[in-house]
């Protein structure tokens, strides 16, 4: 006993498709054309959004300190650096609440 039937040829598969045209109603011949629509058009839309471009991988550069470096110019550089923030930070949170501003928002 085979636990796959038989291969069918392609000219049993066009022989069935045309008795199920000739001897079925409309409605269910569109019923059976959009059973076979969607899940084509839901595929195909697997398909191309699979072929996106990948994302381009962000590059982030470390700066290069001298290995003999004093505690006083690691601090002195890491003050310096936190008011660069600062200032960032400052401008971003203006910007913010310019927006704030003109949308009414307290």
């Known amino acids: 006993m085979a636990i796959f039937p038989r291969p069918a040829r392609p000219q049993a598969l066009i022989a069935d498709l045309k008795a199920f045209l000739r001897g079925q109603e409309r409605h269910k011949i569109l019923g059976a054309m959009i059973a076979i629509?969607?899940?084509t058009l839901i595929l195909a839309g697997f398909y191309v959004?699979?072929?996106?471009?990948k994302r381009k991988p962000?590059?982030?550069y470390v700066q290069n300190y001298a290995p003999g470096r004093?505690?006083?110019e690691i601090?002195?550089?890491n003050i310096a650096d936190q008011k660069i923030l600062d200032a960032q930070r400052e401008a971003r949170r203006q910007q913010y609440q310019k927006?704030?501003?003109q949308l009414g928002i307290k």
């Open 58 to 60: 962000d590059i982030i």
């Open 37 to 39: 629509i969607m899940p």
């Open 99 to 101: 927006v704030a501003d």
């Open 49 to 53: 959004d699979s072929k996106r471009d």
């Open 70 to 72: 004093t505690d006083e």
């Open 75 to 77: 601090k002195r550089q």
